[in-house]
């Protein structure tokens, strides 16, 4: 059995079919709600301590630890994590060709 290895685009999304502007806005929300498990994890929150921290309802904890990327949007991570005291910056450059 011959096994076919394609090099990576650098975007599991990009790899996975999706469109360049869509995997690019799924890997930005997915390296998002990384941030804020990580900070759930580090801090030793509660699904509810962590909803108090972030200015929404434990349910919506529920959903980001869960990995529910489909109910987010950027401007919701990036909120969560500015109620938390996380300051997220935003890097903007030209694209890498990818071969």
């Known amino acids: 059995m011959t096994v076919k290895v394609r090099r990576s685009s650098g975007n599991v999304f990009r790899d996975l079919g999706f469109s360049r502007e ?18 759930i994890q580090a801090r030793r929150l509660t699904q509810a301590g962590a909803a ?23 401007d919701t991570l990036v909120a969560m994590l500015g109620h938390a005291g996380v300051r997220v910056r935003i890097v903007v450059g030209r694209k890498s060709k990818v071969a």
């Open 22 to 39: 869509e995997a690019e806005n799924l890997k930005m929300r997915t390296d998002l709600m990384i941030q804020l498990s990580k900070l």
């Open 52 to 74: 108090d921290l972030f200015g929404v309802t434990q349910p919506r904890v529920s959903d980001l630890v869960r990995g529910k990327i489909d109910r987010f949007s950027i």
